[in-house]
């Protein structure tokens, strides 16, 4: 879900945008929902997204020594690769996790896709539930 701030003629409005298919796009604006239909086809364009490697990370411990593992950056965000419904959400907060797991399937362009941690730790927050519609680049979980 996109979440936009507009300023119309001086009024401030708060739009949500849900869902897009076809020339429907399905947002909610100031806590109203609505359906609205475009005059032509709005194409979702897939972008390749790239994860860099979590690079090794040294931690200098009380006691003087050095430690050395591969350490996830506070609070890293898995985000959705495509606009899309959530079929299955198969972590919880508090949850151990490793790089590559899946934690979330998502149903999109009628394939299902397996989203998978890019690194390894403990769930922080999930963002989505079970029958959610999504957006490209819509943040599902938080590890960290």
């Not at 949850?95 to 390894?120: H, P, R």
């Not at 999504?134 to 979980?141: R, T, Y």
């Amino acid at each position: 879900m996109k979440n936009y701030k507009l300023k119309i003629n001086g009024n401030e409005y708060n739009v949500d945008i849900n869902e897009v298919e076809g020339q429907e796009i399905k947002l909610n604006v100031n806590g109203t929902d609505y359906v609205v239909t475009v005059d032509q086809e709005i194409k979702q364009q897939k972008k390749a997204v790239v994860r860099p490697a979590t690079p090794a990370v040294q931690v200098a411990p009380a006691n003087g020594g050095v430690q050395k593992g591969n350490a996830p950056a506070a609070g890293s965000k898995v985000t959705t690769p495509l606009p899309g419904t959530i079929l299955d959400v198969f972590v919880n907060v508090g949850d151990s996790v490793k790089q590559g797991q899946t934690v979330v399937l998502l149903e999109a362009m009628k394939m299902e896709n397996n989203i998978e941690a890019d690194v390894a730790g403990t769930v922080k927050e999930v963002k989505v539930r079970k029958g959610d519609s999504v957006l490209e680049g819509d943040v599902l979980v938080v590890i960290g």
